[in-house]
Nanobody, 121 residues
């Protein structure tokens, strides 16, 4: 089970740190990703990180603003979000999977319940 937390309401330019804690399984053998879904839109890839954190991937719109990291000892993945924009408003989901194309939702087998991020202008 994946539990996402850390969402909230923030003004544009602000920061939030999302956490995704796993229980019942270890994340150390999984590639981990964050996706988001804005109101009325489909689910969008945001960021992903390889097993040992040697590789990270981001959608162009968040590069330089968001940072994904993982602490396998704590069984937790993080998404640090800085310089937030209103267009970042969405429900954010964490996911765990093993397939190599980490930007695709079909590469992930396990999903958290989502945490809402609202950015006001």
């Amino acid at each position: 089970q994946l539990q996402a937390s850390g969402g909230g309401s923030v003004q544009a330019g602000g920061s939030l740190r999302l956490s995704c804690a796993a229980s019942g399984r270890t994340i150390s053998t999984y590639r981990m990703g964050w996706f988001r879904q804005a109101p009325g839109k489909g689910r969008e890839f945001v960021a992903a990180i390889s097993w040992g954190a040697s590789s990270t991937y981001y959608v162009d719109s968040v590069k330089g603003r968001f940072t994904i990291s993982r602490d396998n000892a704590k069984n937790t993945v993080y998404l640090q979000m800085n310089t937030l924009k209103p267009e970042d408003t969405a429900v954010y989901y964490c996911a765990a999977g093993g397939r190599t194309t980490m930007s695709m939702s079909t590469s992930y087998d396990y999903w958290g319940q989502g945490t809402l991020v609202t950015v006001s202008s």
